[in-house]
């Protein structure tokens, strides 16, 4: 089992910048894939961003590219994604998910754990 827990959202202005955490426990996650998903009101969860924790491969949605990065920090087996230029379109509770086994993940069914959820908020 792996525990994921986020932290670092809030409210900010359109422009500004934030960055998210995803604090994960349990196993080592030297094989795993990692990503970032959000979830509107009334929206499904969609993709915001992955990357393998072996490799430096990341991959982003269309609608993030050049304004996020997804980033790791082994020792401490964090995954973080920085935001920039936020937009209130952003706005969105943001998940952090893991999956035993690398490669591409785009969707939701891909991963099979997941933390709490952390809000975010762009006013304009």
């Known amino acids: 089992q792996v525990q994921l827990v986020e932290s670092g959202g809030g409210l900010v202005q359109a422009g500004g910048s934030l960055r998210l955490s995803c604090a994960a426990s349990?196993?080592?996650?030297?094989?795993?894939?990692m990503g970032w998903f959000r979830q509107a009101p009334g929206k499904e969860r969609e993709f915001v961003a992955s990357?393998?924790?072996?490799?430096?491969?990341?991959y982003y949605a269309d609608s993030v590219k050049g304004r996020f990065t997804i980033s790791k920090d082994s020792a401490k087996n964090t995954m973080y994604l920085q935001m920039n230029s936020l937009k209130p379109e952003d706005t969105a509770v943001y998940f952090c998910?893991?999956?035993?086994?690398?490669?591409?993940?785009?969707?939701?069914?891909?991963?099979?754990?997941w933390g709490q959820g952390t809000q975010v908020t762009v006013s304009s």
């Open positions: 990357t393998n924790w072996r490799a430096d491969m990341t």
């Open positions: 349990g196993r080592t996650l030297s094989n795993y894939a």
């Open positions: 998910a893991a999956r035993p086994y690398s490669g591409r993940a785009y969707s939701a069914l891909d991963y099979d754990y």
